[in-house]
């Protein structure tokens, strides 16, 4: 994340445009991401852990799909500026749908979440040290770099920075990548479920007589 600022005076200047190689980077770790999530649903089940990794796929999925502007930029820009093309998702006859997806997702994700209890989940990672704290305030501060240089947060040194779009791409990018970390971190653990949720597991796996 410290190389970020140097690097972003290094590398080229279309490297920040929308759909750039950066970009396209941060695209690819989300989705990494969300396949990494699935997996590891797949691989515990029916531990905890499981439900936590299935209620994070969507997390990634809608964050992918946040950069690509909902797959605008599958087509032609709406204009090129000095700053490279610029795409928007508001021409796409799709776009009304794309609020009650994300809204059906994210609904789904907290409603499983309630079901298997995962606050009970987050504390027992909490007291047992597992929260990897360290790679989730590196993504903390990544997102509030990005935000500086956006000019967000009443920052004044994105003003004075040549390529601030290359910088605020680049620090997005540490950022999903700290996320990743933080998630693989997170379903290394093995830890056995609770004798309460391996009993309803169990009686949900049960045939009917």
Not at 42 to 71: D, F, K, Q, Y
Not at 102 to 119: E, F, K, N, Y
Not at 191 to 203: D, E, K, L, N, R
Request: hydrophobic content about 55%.
């Amino acid at each position: 994340m410290l190389l970020c600022y140097p690097l972003s005076m290094i590398l080229p200047r279309s490297w920040g445009w929308e759909n750039g190689p950066l970009e396209v980077a941060q695209v690819l770790v989300l989705l990494v991401g969300a396949v990494l999530a699935l997996r590891a649903w797949w691989r515990n089940r029916p531990l905890p852990l499981a439900t936590l990794a299935l209620c994070a796929a969507p997390l990634w999925i809608v964050l992918a799909g946040r950069e690509l502007s909902w797959g605008a930029v599958f087509g032609a820009p709406l204009a090129l500026t000095d700053h490279g093309p610029v795409f928007s998702s508001r021409n796409l006859w799709y776009k009304p749908l794309v609020a009650p997806a994300i809204g059906l997702l994210l609904g789904a994700a907290l409603v499983h979440a309630c079901r298997w209890r995962l606050d009970r989940l987050a504390l027992r990672l909490l007291r047992e040290g597992h929260i990897p704290w360290l790679v989730l305030g590196l993504a903390v501060l990544a997102e509030a770099g990005s935000s500086c240089a956006e000019g967000h947060l009443q920052c004044t040194f994105a003003l004075r920075l040549p390529y601030a779009m290359v910088f605020e791409e680049l620090i997005e990018l540490a950022a999903y990548l700290s996320l990743l970390a933080a998630q693989a971190s997170l379903f290394r653990e093995r830890a056995p479920a609770p004798p309460a949720m391996a009993q309803q597991a169990a009686g949900a796996a049960r045939p009917l007589p």
